[in-house]
């Protein structure tokens, strides 16, 4: 996804300039929603994946802003906002290999850490 924005964030490490259109579910699923301007995120990587993902790569930001949007509003939870993840790093320009091997630590992740009501 070309011009997508970002800037520091004030509470948090990043947030987006200008409104994100996204398509939840993918390209012809129908199910879009607007990312508001200023929604502030953070792309949590373990300090033991920074030297494969900087939390600041340009081309995972995308993938952080979909995730975390879609769990903070209740959108969905961890194991579809993972796949979500994935989708915007491939929109964002990622790296095919690497965002496929980051992305199922986050779907692993997702599924393992069933702690809070609903997976979420």
Same mark, same amino acid.
């Given at each position: 996804?070309?011009?997508?924005?970002?800037?520091?964030?004030?509470?948090?490490?990043?947030?987006?300039?200008?409104?994100?259109?996204?398509?939840?579910?993918?390209?012809?699923?129908?199910?879009?929603?607007?990312?508001?301007?200023?929604?502030? @995120?953070?792309?949590?990587?373990?300090?033991?994946?920074?030297?494969?993902?900087?939390?600041?790569?340009?081309?995972?930001?995308?993938?952080?802003?979909?995730?975390?949007?879609?769990?903070?509003?209740?959108?969905?939870?961890?194991?579809?906002?993972?796949?979500?993840?994935?989708?915007?790093?491939?929109?964002?320009?990622?790296?095919?290999?690497?965002?496929?091997?980051? @992305?199922?630590?986050?779907?692993?992740?997702?599924?393992?850490?069933?702690?809070?009501?609903?997976?979420?």
């Amino acid at each position: 996804m070309d011009g997508v924005k970002f800037e520091r964030g004030l509470e948090r490490r990043w947030r987006n300039v200008e409104p994100v259109p996204w398509e939840v579910g993918g390209i012809g699923s129908g199910r879009h929603i607007t990312i508001p301007a200023h929604t502030e @995120f953070e792309s949590s990587v373990p300090r033991l994946g920074r030297w494969f993902i900087s939390r600041d790569d340009p081309a995972f930001l995308l993938a952080a802003l979909v995730h975390d949007y879609l769990l903070e509003a209740g959108i969905y939870g961890r194991p579809q906002a993972a796949a979500e993840w994935y989708d915007g790093a491939m929109a964002g320009g990622a790296p095919p290999t690497k965002a496929k091997l980051a @992305f199922v630590a986050i779907a692993a992740w997702a599924v393992f850490r069933q702690t809070d009501k609903g997976g979420r």
